[in-house]
Nanobody, 124 residues
């Protein structure tokens, strides 16, 4: 079992930037896929971005392409999400998650370990 602890997030005006961090413990993430998901009020949780810590492949949902960047640091057992040009529609609780295998478009069912969630609020 992997334990995930998130940090970062907060409130920012539209066009601003935030960075989310996720530290993994209990098992090195080298065999894992790390992902970021988000859930807005009244909506289902959705995959935002994923990265394979084995080969570095990445996935981004269309609405964040060109604005968000996912990265990992295997030495620190950490994954990051740099969010630029934030939009009001990006407002949500963001969750870090870990999976054992890669799946197309960050299938949520693959992810068995979850962080505690962190609020991101973007205002006009």
């Amino acid at each position: 079992q992997v334990q995930l602890v998130q940090s970062g997030g907060g409130s920012v005006q539209a066009g601003g930037s935030l960075r989310l961090s996720c530290a993994a413990s209990g098992r090195a993430p080298s065999a894992y896929v790390m992902g970021w998901f988000r859930q807005a009020p009244g909506k289902e949780r959705e995959g935002v971005s994923c990265i394979s810590t084995v080969d570095g492949r990445t996935y981004y949902r269309d609405s964040v392409k060109g604005r968000f960047t996912i990265s990992s640091d295997n030495a620190k057992n950490a994954v990051y999400l740099q969010m630029n040009s934030l939009e009001v529609e990006d407002t949500a609780v963001y969750y870090c998650a870990a999976a054992a295998v890669w799946g197309s478009k960050c299938p949520i069912g693959y992810f068995g370990s979850w962080g505690q969630g962190t609020q991101v609020t973007v205002s006009t």
